[in-house]
């Protein structure tokens, strides 16, 4: 059976709200929190940026399934060592229940350090040097690093957990999703078409049976955006002033500021939400769109409903949605 669990959208909502929302979908019947590491909101609407890792230490004790960051960069704003240590320590407060999920880095998040921001393929290799230098540091060991983009003086992680966190990677691309198999411990992607779905599943797999790793050993996780309200109206509402960046069809791992993404939601139209990003007030209809990505081969599905009604809408979804997925 796929775990449906809950992401927790830092950019979106105060910490101490998100708090709330993790217990309230636990008790509904969620399994786990994604959480979002963002130091900037998408667009200035959604208001907030609280530190990925103060929060999941709090939601994890108030809740007793899966956390992880949904995703972290290792390469840009921390280096891939003080990574290693607070998924470490993580791992070692809650063991088997945190997994640390990397990604290649957005400049919205990443720019305010400053220098030249690379294009993607660079950021892409920077990312897999940094999940060397991880996978060295959950050793235990004494270790050292001197790599294309890293330099690491002998370090090694005093505080370490029983087994270390399985490292997921995040990524739409196929030939990210076979380093992905052959390096990792699992893949994340988000919503997109079945074709492009089963394609990065193929390369994740053949990379993972080249590493000698039975592919259906390693999880497959989804993080789904979705728009439910009690009416079709407020659904599409709620997706134009605060998820408008859910119906931007273009890469967006470029763009600096909240402020040029709000310039950019300005021409964003309901039609551009299409086949993209679900919004409707019937729970049947996000049912059947959830049930097809774990009938894809999906593991574990975080939803994110991209309005403020999380509160009825985890109570909706928690009746009439949850309990009908198989």
């Not at 007793?64 to 891939?80: M, Q």
Request: hydrophobic share 40%; glycine share 8%.
């Amino acid at each position: 059976m796929a775990q449906i669990g809950y992401a927790a959208m830092l950019e979106q909502f105060h910490p101490k709200d998100l708090l709330g929302f993790c217990v309230q979908a636990e008790a509904a019947g969620f399994s786990g929190v994604m959480a979002a590491d963002h130091v900037q909101p998408w667009v200035p609407q959604q208001g907030q940026a609280g530190f990925v890792w103060s929060f999941m230490t709090a939601a994890a004790e108030r809740t007793r399934g899966d956390i992880g960051p949904g995703v972290t960069c290792p390469s840009f704003r921390s280096h891939p060592a003080i990574i290693a240590q607070a998924a470490a320590t993580m791992a070692a407060m809650y063991p088997g229940r945190f997994w640390l999920g990397l990604g290649s880095g957005e400049a919205l998040n990443e720019h305010i350090v400053a220098g030249y921001w690379p294009e993607v393929a660079e950021r892409i290799s920077r990312m897999f040097e940094s999940v060397e230098i991880i996978r060295k540091l959950f050793t235990g060991k004494d270790v050292k690093h001197a790599g294309e983009y890293y330099k690491m003086e002998t370090m090694r992680l005093w505080t370490m957990p029983e087994h270390p966190p399985p490292i997921y990677i995040a990524t739409a691309g196929p030939v990210t999703a076979e380093k992905t198999g052959r390096f990792c411990d699992g893949l994340i992607t988000v919503g997109a078409p079945e074709e492009k779905i089963d394609g990065v599943f193929q390369r994740f797999e053949k990379g993972a049976r080249e590493a000698g790793k039975d592919p259906a050993s390693l999880p497959k996780i989804l993080q789904l955006h979705l728009s439910w309200a009690p009416t079709d109206e407020e659904a599409m509402r709620n997706a134009l002033t605060e998820w408008p960046n859910g119906g931007m069809k273009f890469p967006k791992a470029d763009i600096r500021s909240p402020n040029d993404f709000a310039q950019m939601a300005k021409i964003v139209r309901p039609e551009d939400f299409q086949g993209r990003m679900l919004i409707s007030a019937d729970p049947d209809a996000h049912r059947r769109e959830i049930q097809k990505f774990i009938d894809l081969g999906f593991d574990r599905v975080y939803l994110h409903n991209v309005g403020r009604n999380q509160v009825e809408w985890i109570e909706v979804f928690g009746k009439q949605v949850l309990p009908k997925l198989h």
